[in-house]
């Protein structure tokens, strides 16, 4: 199928619209990243894994990650966030 010039600007607008999302997450992840690194002590990144969400993981194993819900929902209840915990809850 031969695209139209209108059609052909429509799939340009919006792979220049998904770009710019996926650079806003990249700045947000990485401002979530510093923030937990901040408030914990703890060295590590946000990364996102499909299916799974935004994880926190930990610079000393980079395996898998923490769920950023189950962070919040851990320090909610109280538990002292460090390193041990959080690699006691990384998601499989």
Known sequence: MKLSKFQI???DVAHDR??????????????LS?????????????????????GFTPASNN???IYIPDLIKLAEQGEDITEKLILNNLSL
């Open 34 to 54: 510093n923030l937990i690194t901040k408030i914990t002590g703890i060295d590590g990144f946000v990364d996102h894994l499909q299916g799974d969400g935004f």
């Open 9 to 11: 600007v429509q799939i």
């Open 63 to 65: 395996d898998t990650h």
């Open 18 to 31: 998904a770009v710019d999302l996926e650079n806003e997450a990249q700045g947000a992840a990485q401002a």
